[in-house]
Each structure stands twice: as structure tokens, then as C-alpha cells.
């Protein structure tokens, strides 16, 4: 059984009740504006393909298996992770998302370290032209213009995997990182998104960090003439 649904047209039946009333009524006080609703309220609909919810305008969904398509632009929201994409289509019962065109995924997270002590990881953003999304293992697969930011770091890659759950990005293919004035070339890269720490590897690489200058030296001391 397939289900269109127009997301503009969902409009509540008590909102469609109170207007056939209001033709044959005199017109009533402008009531108090209503707060914002919750994202749950909002157009989409909610936790779906491992997402807290998916805004988006027109979505086309199957009620027996769980498929669904995104037609236009669309928003996927969880946690402290959001996705924005072109469209974009998976199944809901398999917790699978694929997003395409113009792909963005933003992720802002707290990170628990070792004992009490505990890491905010930077706010970090990736994209890419398409993005398939394993939403049980918290999984990112990115292909096409893979390009990574966080805080002063940027990386491009032919493709990346982001791990959300471990912290780490995959990246393979025509790797490039740079850190402030330091930069990496290689082939395969591991990046832990919370620590910064890189592990490159997969042919040769290259490190170029900026040259040391010496201080200059301290100008000598005058010696004191004689009489």
C-alpha cells in the first residue's frame, strides 16, 4: 500500500471544523498567538530511518515496507546531527537514509572522556555531492566533492565514512588536510573528530609544517671603557 503525502496540504480537522462554523458565525477576537510548535509538530514527520524527524514539503511513503522518497529539499534532524540534501529517499523499518545533491551534515556533540572528565568536540560540517546514512550504527558514507571543516582543520577526499558513534572520519581517495599552516597529502586518512589526532597511511605522505626561524640573538653586551 503506497501513501502520497502532500505535507502543505495536513491541516488539522478541528482547524477545518472551527472554518465551516465561522461562515455561518460572526466573526470572533483574533485569539492569542499560539507558541511555535515542537519539532515533532512541524512539517515531516518523526522518527523515521533512525531520525528524531525529517522536515521536508512532499514525501512519498509506503506503508507495508517502509520505503519513503523525498521529493524536494529536506531537513533530517537527530541528536545534535542535522542533514540537509536536494532529496532523498529510504526505508524507515531498515533505518536507512540516502541524500542527494548539495549534501550538508552538521554535528555539534559532546564527547565523554576518561573518568570524570569529559571533551566538547568542535562543531564539525561535511559535504558532499551524495551521502547514504546507517541510522542504527550512526554511519555516513559520503561520495563526490567530499569536503570536511572543523574549527581551524579542513580535509577534501574522493570519498569519507563518518563514524558518529566512534568519532572517527574515514577518508580515501586524493586526501588533502590542512591545519592552520600545516598540511598532509595521502592516500587513506583516519580522523578523530574528538581528539585531532590523524593517521595516514596507504602510500606516500606528505607533511609540510612551516620552518622554525631562530630567535634573533641578543645584541652583546657593550664592555666598559677604561680611563
Known amino acids: ?31 492569542t498567538p499560539a507558541a511555535a ?25 509506503n506503508l507495508n515496507t517502509g ?10 534532524i537527530r541528536e545534535d546531527t542535522d542533514i540537509t540534501a536536494d532529496s532523498g529517499s529510504g526505508n524507515s523499518k531498515k533505518k536507512v537514509l540516502h541524500a542527494e545533491g548539495h549534501v550538508i551534515v552538521h554535528s555539534k556533540k559532546r564527547v565523554e572522556g576518561h573518568g570524570a572528565s569529559a571533551v566538547t ?5 561535511l559535504t558532499c555531492d551524495r551521502l547514504d546514512v546507517d541510522g542504527t550504527r550512526k554511519l555516513y558514507q559520503a561520495n563526490g566533492s567530499v569536503h570536511f571543516t572543523q574549527e581551524d582543520r579542513d580535509a577534501t577526499a ?4 563518518l563514524d558518529d558513534a566512534r568519532n572517527v572520519l574515514h577518508m580515501e581517495g586524493h586526501v588533502h588536510i590542512r591545519d592552520k599552516e600545516q ?39 657593550a664592555r666598559p671603557r677604561r680611563r
Open 1 to 31: 500500500m503506497k501513501l502520497t503525502v502532500p505535507v502543505r496540504l495536513l491541516v488539522p480537522a478541528a482547524a477545518l471544523l472551527a472554518l465551516g462554523l465561522a461562515q455561518g458565525a460572526p466573526a470572533a477576537p483574533s485569539p
Open 158 to 161: 574522493d570519498s569519507g565514512t
Open 121 to 125: 568536540e568542535e562543531p564539525s560540517t
Open 183 to 221: 598540511y598532509l597529502d595521502a592516500d587513506v586518512v583516519d580522523y578523530n573528530t574528538a581528539t585531532g589526532e590523524m593517521n595516514a597511511h596507504g602510500g606516500p605522505v606528505s607533511i609540510r609544517v612551516p620552518l622554525e626561524t631562530a630567535a634573533p640573538a641578543a645584541p652583546p653586551t
Open 67 to 76: 520505503e519513503f522518497v523525498l521529493k524536494d529539499r529536506f531537513t533530517a
Open 37 to 61: 510548535p515542537a519539532a515533532e509538530d512541524r512539517a515531516g514527520f518523526s522518527h523515521v530511518a533512525g531520525f528524531d524527524h525529517i522536515q521536508t514539503d512532499d514525501v512519498k511513503y
